[in-house]
């Protein structure tokens, strides 16, 4: 059977090119054409595969006739070649995170997509991975009560600014910063797991002593809704030997949730979730067997800590009941195969995603545009800025 979908990818540097990996080989997908001004790594990656090679994506769109087009250009470059898809009639997107880096080119795409019956969705694919999927279900559930504080970082290598992209990092650096390359991230994962919880107000700071190009980082609280504050921040001036390190913290009325995805040094990775006592062993039991079912092996437990440092000791000694897992496979293209899935079965809700709302889509770049654009003016006004959705 021939591919039913066919794809274009625009832009193919670290991301592009891991996309063309990706949809290639799926039964139902051939990436029949690709697109990057830099005409020898669109040559280079598009002979591997036998594609049609452009190093105009304009060009491309007028040529061929795509399902499918993959935007993994630059942070501060998606607007034009998004709209250009759109008005080309490609009925699927799949945009790179952020969805911009400014309001006004988030604002511009949405619109143009709504017009045109577009749909788009976002690579957030930091929903994919068990853990991650783990932390929604652990929340949305109320294991642990609400949540009412939460700290999260996602931090890189000073490396990833300075030498990533080669002789472009610095270009590349400045057209971005952890705020839209790391905090979309992050924001989209909070605003995910927090659901119907939304951001409504941002105080943020950031610090531009070493860069020079681009802040080296950002530090923001952000408030829900419902009054949750996660404080959320992000480095680009870490000297470590990890590429990155990505930690989560949240704060529950009745239990606590703690994911080490990518470990810094002395840490190990890992999950655990304190549930609230009202969770009885039956209960955390069926948990256990709903997220064993989804393919997230964790184990309960029930057990009677009593907290000691020292000579100090806290009392305890009563029965306590958690789920964990020192289990960690990271699946990067989880989300993006439920974009496949969500195509060829019409919908943001396909099989492949059951249970974990709908995916990543245009709103939800919207929303990661906005509260990123709150936090960035924040940082250079001192202000608290609203952002409520
Ligand atoms: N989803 C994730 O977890 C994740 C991880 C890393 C990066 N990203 C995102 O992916 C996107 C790409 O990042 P990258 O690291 O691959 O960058 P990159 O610089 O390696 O690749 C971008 C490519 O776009 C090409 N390009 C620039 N302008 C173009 C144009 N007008 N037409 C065609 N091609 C053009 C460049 O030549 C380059 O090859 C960014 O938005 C980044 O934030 C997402």
């Given at each position: 059977m021939s591919p039913q979908l066919k794809a274009g990818v625009i832009g193919l540097g670290i991301l592009g090119e891991q996309h063309v990996d990706f949809l290639h080989p799926q039964p139902e997908v051939a990436v029949t054409a690709v697109a990057d001004i830099?005409?020898?790594?669109?040559?280079?990656?598009?002979?591997?595969?036998?594609?049609?090679?452009?190093?105009?994506?304009?060009?491309?769109?007028?040529?061929?006739?795509l399902d499918i087009v993959v935007v993994a250009t630059p942070d501060p470059l998606h607007r034009d070649p998004a709209l250009a898809a759109i008005e080309a009639g490609v009925p699927n997107l799949i945009m790179e995170k952020p969805l911009a880096t400014t309001l006004a080119d988030a604002r511009a795409i949405i619109d143009a997509a709504e017009k045109a019956g577009t749909r788009i969705f976002i690579n957030f694919a930091n929903r994919g991975s068990a853990l991650d999927r783990a932390t929604y279900y652990v929340i949305q559930q109320g294991l642990l009560g609400d949540v009412v504080y939460g700290d999260v970082h996602l931090d890189d290598n000073i490396l990833v600014?300075?030498?990533?992209?080669?002789?472009?990092?610095?270009?590349?650096?400045?057209?971005?910063?952890?705020?839209?390359?790391?905090?979309?991230?992050?924001?989209?994962?909070?605003?995910?797991?927090?659901?119907?919880?939304?951001?409504?107000?941002?105080?943020?700071?950031s610090q531009q002593k070493v860069l020079g190009f681009t802040p080296d980082l950002y530090d923001a609280f952000l408030t829900f809704d419902n009054?949750?504050?996660?404080?959320?921040?992000?480095?680009?001036?870490?000297?470590?030997?990890?590429?990155?390190?990505?930690?989560?913290?949240?704060?529950?009325?009745?239990?606590?949730?703690?994911?080490?995805?990518?470990?810094?040094?002395?840490?190990?990775?890992?999950?655990?979730?304190?549930v609230s006592d009202s969770v009885t062993t039956e209960q955390l039991l069926a948990h256990q067997?709903?997220?064993?079912?989804?393919?997230?092996?964790?184990?309960?437990?029930?057990?009677?800590?009593?907290?000691?440092?020292g000579a100090l000791k806290a009392g305890g000694g009563d029965v306590k009941r958690g789920l964990e897992t020192f289990e960690n496979p990271l699946d990067f293209w989880r989300v993006a195969q439920s974009f496949v899935d969500g195509i060829l079965e019409d919908t943001l809700t396909p099989a492949s995603w059951q249970g974990y709302g709908p995916l990543p889509s245009a709103i939800d770049g919207l929303r990661q545009t906005q509260i990123v654009a709150a936090i960035v003016e924040s940082a250079e006004t001192g202000r608290v800025v609203e952002c409520a959705p």
């Open positions: 830099r005409t020898e790594v669109a040559d280079r990656v598009g002979g591997r595969i036998g594609a049609f090679v452009y190093g105009d994506y304009d060009r491309m769109l007028k040529e061929q006739k600014p300075t030498k990533m992209w080669g002789g472009r990092s610095r270009e590349w650096g400045a057209g971005s910063s952890t705020a839209h390359f790391l905090l979309s991230h992050v924001t989209d994962f909070l605003r995910w797991v927090m659901a119907p919880a939304d951001v409504s107000e941002v105080y943020a700071i009054e949750a504050k996660v404080r959320v921040r992000a480095e680009w001036i870490k000297h470590i030997d990890g590429l990155v390190e990505f930690a989560f913290y949240f704060a529950g009325a009745k239990g606590g949730l703690t994911y080490v995805k990518r470990p810094g040094f002395a840490e190990v990775d890992g999950w655990r979730a304190n067997d709903v997220l064993m079912s989804q393919g997230i092996n964790v184990r309960a437990l029930v057990h009677r800590p009593s907290p000691t440092a």
